[in-house]
T-cell receptor, first 117, second 109 residues
Framework: ETGVTQTPRHLVMGMTNKKSLKCEQHLGHNAMYWYKQSAKKPLELMFVYSLEERVENNSVPSRFSPECPNSSHLFLHLHTLQPEDSALYLC?????FGTGAWGQPQHFGDGTRLSIL | TQLLEQSPQFLSIQEGENLTVYCNSSSVFSSLQWYRQEPGEGPVLLVTVVTGGEVKKLKRLTFQFGDARKDSSLHITAAQPGDTGLYLCAGAVWEKLTFGTGTRLTIIP
């Protein structure tokens, strides 16, 4: 398997549930990202991990909790979500992060479509 | 906060026609990327432009970075149904990418 794989592809959950999104990259990259894609809004960066260390947290509510156990895997733990959290959650990876003036190309997974009831 | 406005927001044209999509900002970017996202999939990188005034061609797609590195355009010649998708520009300031508002393109056979 190659590229960036996200599971599940679809998730429906109630506001009191706890669930996790999983992302795995097979590209040997050192940086991984979570993005939120909502209708009518630009792609929003949520979290960045570089070499398994969180380097960016874009004012994301604490009901979203990321975890990066190693450079190939990234999780997004969800609890007590709100209806406005319904969106497509995209994981991405890049070769490195923080090397200067060049934005690293992002390799995206196909996302998890999350619906909050 | 850098904002990237794309226009038009939606575009629906006949197969074989030409089109241009714009990506504008008041901020200067060190580089700019274009992505295409098809339904049910994640965005896929098409090109990165780095130098002000740079033009890159990818088959029927021509990308240009503005001289001041604040804007970019994507021109498609003789559009094909396979060009249908959401086109996203993304500007880089150091290691951070800011994504544009997107242009949803539909090519009618």
């Amino acid at each position: 398997e190659t590229g960036v794989t996200q599971t599940p592809r679809h998730l429906v959950m109630g506001m009191t549930n706890k669930k996790s999104l999983k992302c795995e990259q097979h590209l040997g990259h050192n940086a991984m990202y979570w993005y939120k894609q909502s209708a009518k809004k630009p792609l929003e960066l949520m979290f960045v991990y570089s070499l398994e260390e969180r380097v960016e947290n874009n004012s994301v509510p604490s009901r979203f909790s990321p975890e990066c156990p190693n450079s190939s895997h990234l999780f997004l733990h969800l609890h007590t979500l709100q209806p406005e959290d319904s969106a497509l959650y995209l994981c991405a990876s890049s070769q490195v992060f923080g090397t200067g003036a060049w934005g690293q190309p992002q390799h995206f997974g196909d996302g998890t479509r999350l619906s909050i009831l | 906060t850098q904002l990237l406005e794309q226009s038009p927001q939606f575009l629906s044209i006949q197969e074989g026609e030409n089109l241009t999509v714009y990506c504008n900002s008041s901020s200067v970017f060190s580089s700019l990327q274009w992505y295409r996202q098809e339904p049910g999939e994640g965005p896929v990188l098409l090109v990165t432009v780095v130098t002000g005034g740079e033009v890159k061609k990818l088959k029927r797609l021509t990308f240009q970075f503005g001289d001041a590195r604040k804007d970019s355009s994507l021109h498609i010649t003789a559009a094909q149904p396979g060009d249908t998708g959401l086109y996203l520009c993304a500007g880089a300031v150091w290691e951070k990418l800011t994504f544009g508002t997107g242009t949803r393109l539909t090519i009618i056979p």
